[in-house]
Structure formats: structure tokens, C-alpha cells
């Protein structure tokens, strides 16, 4: 019985990475057209200079799409990746890290919609390191109406949009990661004043 061997082509595998890449671009570049929260392969694969048949060879569905979208987005603005919270006294640093790096790529101001497809690749990208700052803010042993507060409050500033508001409400772009995690540790430190009482 004989064994088949597979070919590996490091020029092809390069090949196949770029149109990936290119097919993603465009998918990104739709999303970020004002208003448009849907996906349209045959616009990526027009603008990726593919045909059809490769866009759904890369990506065969939406659920695809949407999960590489994820994966690329947060390949460009955090190349290094993401190191999850590691308890309470990690959260500032965590805010400090991921509003520094999402300011710097522009990429992340389309990011902060939450509609339609957007909204899914939103999730997909953030649902391990949302449920990370759960687990911190439980872990400092607060009341529970108090670590519900805090819980909204943290997760509400763990996306992009929470900086980019401070921009546009005339926030220097580089002082916003130390403004968002000095909130962060007033509300730990108020957390902890509950979890004492």
C-alpha cells in the first residue's frame, strides 16, 4: 500500500496567504464605508482581483468571514496578541495596553459599531478577554449589586469606542489609555471598599 505525499509549496502557501489577506482587506474596506454592516463577497473578490470561486474557497460562509475578520483585525492592531486580565490588580494595565495599541491603528475607530455583521465580529474578537475582566472584578469578593455596577461599567470602557469618544470629546489621543486605566483603578479601589464592608 503506498502512501501519498503531500506537495508543500512555500511560494503557493505564500501565494494563498496574500489572497487571504487581500480578500480580508476587503472585507474590511466594506465595513468601514459608513453605515454598511453586511459583507458582499463578489465586492471582495472584485476588489481583491479574485474570482468568487476563491473568495468562497478562503471563506465558504459568513460565519467564516466573520471569524477571520476577527482573527485579521486583531492580527493588525495587535500583532503581539492579547494578553488576557490575570486578576484585579492587572486590569489597569490591560486598559492602559489595549487603548494604546487600538488608538495607534485607525483600523479600530470602524471597529466600535455594533451592528449587523460588525457586531459579530465584535464578539467573536472580544469574548475571552470580556469574560477575563468578569472573572477579575468577581474575584475582588464586592456585594453583588456593586460587582454588577463595576462589571457594566468595566466592560463598557474594554472597547474601542469608549476611547475614540474621548477623542472626539477633545481628549488627546495619547493620554487617553492612562485616563481610561486611572478609571479603572478607581474602580477597583471602590470595589475593594465594598468587598470590605
Known sequence: MTTARRYVSPKRE????ATRTAILEA???????PGRDTLSPSEAAEHAGVSLRTVHFHFPNEADQIAAL??????QIFP?????????DDLPRYYRYIHKLGLAHPISRALTSSRGVWKEVRASR????????????????APPRATADAT???????????GWAMVDQGLPKERVPDAIAHTVELIV?????????
Open 14 to 17: 505564500a501565494q494563498a496567504q
Open 126 to 141: 472580544r469574548a475571552a478577554r470580556l469574560d477575563a475582566i468578569r472573572r477579575a472584578v468577581k474575584a475582588i469578593g
Open 189 to 197: 479601589e471602590d470595589l475593594r471598599k465594598n468587598a470590605r464592608k
Open 80 to 88: 503581539d496578541g492579547v494578553e488576557v486580565v490575570k486578576g484585579p
Open 70 to 75: 476577527g482573527q485579521w483585525f486583531d492580527a
Open 152 to 162: 457594566a461599567m468595566l466592560l463598557s470602557l474594554a472597547g474601542g469606542d469608549a
Open 27 to 33: 472585507f474590511a474596506e466594506q465595513l468601514s464605508e
